[in-house]
């Protein structure tokens, strides 16, 4: 129980990758948060923390989407009002709207980086100055493999994520003097509603590419933030992890 007594924040914790990030950190001991943009969207995460074995899973929801800066504000309140800190800060939430790059039009382009972009600067910002006032902790922004090489056909995407890159090592930087580490873990082809919607010939031939012959499941991704929350993590910032089973290397 390596968690006890942290308290996490996991952005999108309703489903996919960030509902297997709320469960891990809770497995250990954290008190978690997750946010859902939908009225009851986390009620799977909190009865799967509920359930866990070690009896001592802690859960609470949010609605919020974190598009918003004033639904952003209110969720951070809330929080920090009912437990005066924060320790993890995990930016999941994310979205998609693929198209190729001619067809692509300006509104697909700014929901895409309003949520994945803009609403991890707004979640940072709203909780950065409680971290640093606590002069520790930890904030996780979930990227892709798609941030680093591109992506026809999600060329929206693709700049939220490398944007993410770009924000989270600026942050790294004028956090550090806080003990503020801030790392972004960059997941390849996971199993989740995101990839569920691809043809089974997408699917096969994405799977040739990767070496470890299988596509990653959202707990692969849940271990790599919850390394880099631990201790054995705390000299490593400003860094991106991918974890995509090779398949960009
Ligand atoms: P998912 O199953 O589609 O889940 C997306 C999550 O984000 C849901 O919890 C959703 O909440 C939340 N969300 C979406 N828009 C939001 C908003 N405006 N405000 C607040 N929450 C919002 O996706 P996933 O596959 O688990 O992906 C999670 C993260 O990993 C994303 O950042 C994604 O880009 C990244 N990623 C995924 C893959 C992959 O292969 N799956 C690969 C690379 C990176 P509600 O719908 O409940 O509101």
Redesign the pocket.
Same mark, same amino acid.
């Given at each position: 129980m390596q968690f006890s007594g942290k308290v996490a924040l996991v952005?999108?914790?309703?489903?996919? $990758? !960030?509902?297997a990030i709320a469960v891990a950190l809770a497995a250990q001991g954290a008190e978690v948060f997750c =946010?859902?943009?939908?009225e009851g969207?986390?009620a799977e995460t909190l009865a799967a923390i509920a359930a866990l074995p070690s009896g001592s899973g802690k859960a609470q929801a949010l609605v919020?989407? *974190?598009?918003s800066a004033a639904a952003v504000e209110a969720f951070a309140k809330t929080l920090l009002e009912r437990v005066g800190k924060l320790d993890f800060l995990i930016n999941?939430? !994310? $979205?998609?709207r693929d198209g190729l790059f001619l067809r692509m039009s300006a509104e697909d382009f700014d929901a895409v980086l309003? =949520?994945?972009l803009r !609403?991890t600067f707004l979640v940072c910002k709203a909780f950065a100055r409680a971290m640093a006032k606590a002069r520790g902790g930890r904030i996780v922004n *979930? !990227?892709? *493999? *798609?941030g680093l090489t591109g992506n026809a056909g999600q060329a929206n995407?693709a700049a939220s994520?490398a944007g993410l890159i770009g924000l989270s090592k600026s942050l790294a930087q004028e956090l550090a003097s806080r003990s503020i580490t801030v790392n972004v873990v960059?997941?390849?082809? $996971?199993? =989740?509603?995101? =990839?569920a919607a691809l043809t089974p010939e997408i699917r096969e031939s994405m799977l040739k590419h990767i070496p470890l012959s299988r596509f990653?499941m959202?707990d692969d $991704?849940a271990r790599a933030v919850a390394f880099l929350c631990s201790d054995a993590a705390s000299y490593i910032t400003g860094q991106t992890l991918v974890v995509d089973g090779g398949m960009t290397m």
């Amino acid at each position: 129980m390596q968690f006890s007594g942290k308290v996490a924040l996991v952005t999108g914790g309703s489903r996919g $990758i !960030g509902r297997a990030i709320a469960v891990a950190l809770a497995a250990q001991g954290a008190e978690v948060f997750c =946010t859902s943009t939908k009225e009851g969207g986390c009620a799977e995460t909190l009865a799967a923390i509920a359930a866990l074995p070690s009896g001592s899973g802690k859960a609470q929801a949010l609605v919020a989407d *974190v598009a918003s800066a004033a639904a952003v504000e209110a969720f951070a309140k809330t929080l920090l009002e009912r437990v005066g800190k924060l320790d993890f800060l995990i930016n999941n939430a !994310g $979205i998609t709207r693929d198209g190729l790059f001619l067809r692509m039009s300006a509104e697909d382009f700014d929901a895409v980086l309003a =949520t994945n972009l803009r !609403g991890t600067f707004l979640v940072c910002k709203a909780f950065a100055r409680a971290m640093a006032k606590a002069r520790g902790g930890r904030i996780v922004n *979930v !990227g892709s *493999v *798609v941030g680093l090489t591109g992506n026809a056909g999600q060329a929206n995407y693709a700049a939220s994520k490398a944007g993410l890159i770009g924000l989270s090592k600026s942050l790294a930087q004028e956090l550090a003097s806080r003990s503020i580490t801030v790392n972004v873990v960059a997941p390849g082809f $996971i199993d =989740t509603d995101m =990839t569920a919607a691809l043809t089974p010939e997408i699917r096969e031939s994405m799977l040739k590419h990767i070496p470890l012959s299988r596509f990653g499941m959202p707990d692969d $991704i849940a271990r790599a933030v919850a390394f880099l929350c631990s201790d054995a993590a705390s000299y490593i910032t400003g860094q991106t992890l991918v974890v995509d089973g090779g398949m960009t290397m």
